[in-house]
């Protein structure tokens, strides 16, 4: 599957405001809001609809209405920080969650966490910003497979060219959005540019 990269100018400017290191986290907060609404309109381009007879206060149409709920699927913690628009925007969301942490040394993801609702007959979207290695996404890919998703997307905020070549080779069926594709890794599996730590800036740790 593609990647698909942002492109709106309002992305441009709230990337730059998150890379910037002098961001304090209440408005590192507000820009992960404004950056995964966009996303999320962007991972939901292409959502089913269906046929809905309405009255207007002046004649019966036939209107369309979203067919099928969303699940979101927050990657611990950093993901949650992209969870609320789609909660504010989306009339049937349900969440679920998956707890993975990278090891300081090796940068392999260990899962603490997991509790997720019915995902049968829901588009699911996988949420965290930080693709790095991919070792993350690929694992909560393979978690919420296996708990029943069909109709899967992922989104994060700044992808790294390893993380997607992982996920394309784990999952290739699964669509991936970004909000910018950044250049590499450094030796400690952090992205180039880059923002930093998300969880640590999200939440002041
Ligand atoms: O692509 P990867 O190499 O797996 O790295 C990306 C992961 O690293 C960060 O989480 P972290 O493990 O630091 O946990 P946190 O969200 O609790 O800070 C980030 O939010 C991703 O989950
Ligand atoms: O650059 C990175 C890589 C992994 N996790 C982060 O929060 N930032
Ligand atoms: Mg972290």
Aim: net charge neutral; with cysteine; hydrophobic share 40%.
């Amino acid at each position: 599957m593609p990647l698909h990269v942002l492109h709106h100018p309002l992305g441009t400017h709230v990337l730059t405001h998150l890379r910037d290191k002098t961001t304090k986290p209440a408005l590192f907060r507000t820009l992960s809001y404004q950056i995964s609404l966009l996303l999320a309109l962007e991972a939901t381009r292409d959502l089913a609809t269906e046929e809905k007879k309405i009255e207007t206060p002046l004649e019966p149409i036939t209107g369309r209405v979203l067919a099928r709920p969303l699940a979101v699927v927050p990657i611990l913690r950093a993901g949650l920080g992209m969870v609320q628009p789609f909660l504010d925007t989306f009339p049937d969301v349900s969440v679920g969650y998956v707890g993975l942490e990278r090891d300081h040394t090796t940068a392999i993801a260990r899962s603490y966490y997991c509790k997720l609702p019915p995902l049968d007959g829901k588009r699911v979207i996988v949420v965290d910003p930080m693709l790095a290695t991919g070792g993350s996404a690929a694992q909560a890919l393979d978690v919420v497979k296996a708990a029943g998703a069909k109709e899967i997307v992922f989104v994060c905020i700044v992808a790294a060219p390893e993380g997607v070549a992982t996920v394309e080779k784990s999952h290739p069926e699964i669509p991936i959005h970004a909000g910018v594709l950044d250049r590499q890794l450094n030796s400690k599996k952090y992205i180039l540019p880059g923002l930093g730590d998300f969880g640590d800036r999200l939440y002041g740790t």
